[in-house]
Structure formats: structure tokens, C-alpha cells
């Protein structure tokens, strides 16, 4: 009940609304973030085999927020870009 983000380099993914997402207010703003920050947004599908070959892979909802990926199989990932993200969506929140 959320949508999945993959960071590589400098490039975000997630999936479409087509493919399943949730269009939801996390999302929206999320995405809005992401596109005005310096990273790369693409919305497409991703694989199993880009999940395990991304840098950081994290999940969104309106109750969670930004919850990290830490491990996915035996692959364990970083959270600096969650991180990242989640200070920004809680600036955007508050001047909101």
C-alpha cells in the first residue's frame, strides 16, 4: 500500500500509475521534490534486476512517509538519499 523509489547515480525511478503505483499525496510530493532538486526523475517500470542493482530503494506512503529499504535479498543498501528527501518533504510540510 505505497510506491517504490530507486536511486541510481543520480537518477530516481518509480513505476507509473500504469504499472500499479498509488496516486497519492506522498507521491505528488515527492515527485515534486525530485524534480526540483538535482537529481534525475524517470517514472517507468522497474525490474527485479534493477532493484538489485540500485544504489538505495525506498517505499512511500501518507502514514510512513519515506521508509528506507535497508536489505532486499542479500544486497543491503544505502539511505543517504531517503534521508535526504524526507528533510526536504518535512521543510515543504512545515512552510506549507
Known amino acids: 500500500n505505497g510506491n517504490i523509489f530507486v536511486v541510481k547515480g ?9 504499472d ?10 515527492l515527485i515534486e521534490i525530485i524534480n526540483n532538486s538535482d537529481y534525475d526523475f524517470i517514472e517507468e517500470s522497474i525490474s527485479p534486476f534493477e532493484l538489485q542493482k540500485s544504489d538505495e530503494i525506498f517505499i512511500t506512503n501518507a502514514i510512513v512517509g519515506i ?3 535497508t536489505k532486499y535479498r542479500k544486497k543491503v543498501f544505502k539511505t543517504e538519499v531517503s534521508k535526504i528527501l524526507l528533510q526536504k518533504l518535512n521543510v515543504k510540510i512545515r512552510l506549507s
Open 20 to 29: 500499479g503505483c498509488l496516486k497519492g499525496i506522498m507521491r505528488k510530493q
Open 10 to 18: 543520480n537518477t530516481i525511478k518509480t513505476p507509473s500509475i500504469n
Open 67 to 69: 521508509q528506507p529499504v
